[in-house]
């Protein structure tokens, strides 16, 4: 069992930056692949960036590539999601979830969200 809560959203101007947190609990989270979901009113929940459980593997979502960077501590039991340059588009609520793959059914633990609101 794995429990995630997410931190660190916010209201920012285009190209501010925000710095997402995801706190888990639970034994199994340094062997776990974690991912990072994003879900905008109206639009389904789509992945945004992925890391291996050691961390050394990584993936984007095209439309985050350059701009977001995804990392882990294994100690602290924590992910983390720097944005950078963001956009109005980023706008969302952002979700955390232990698994692996680009698609929600490949994660079995989800967090709340935080939201992330971009400002034009």
């Known amino acids: 069992q794995v429990q995630l809560v997410e931190s660190g959203g916010g209201l920012v101007q285009t190209g501010g930056s925000l710095r997402l947190s995801c706190a888990a609990s639970g034994r199994t989270f340094s062997s776990s692949g974690m991912g990072w979901f994003r879900q905008a009113p109206g639009k389904e929940r789509e992945f945004v960036a992925r890391i291996s459980s050691g961390g050394f593997t990584k993936y984007y979502a095209d439309s985050v590539k350059g701009r977001f960077t995804i990392s882990r501590d294994n100690a602290k039991n924590t992910v983390y999601l720097q944005m950078r340059e963001l956009k109005p588009e980023d706008t969302a609520l952002y979700y955390c979830?232990?698994?692996?793959?680009?698609?929600?059914?490949?994660?079995?633990?989800w967090g709340q969200g935080t939201q992330v609101t971009v400002s034009s």
């Open positions: 979830a232990a698994g692996w793959g680009e698609v929600t059914t490949g994660y079995n633990y």
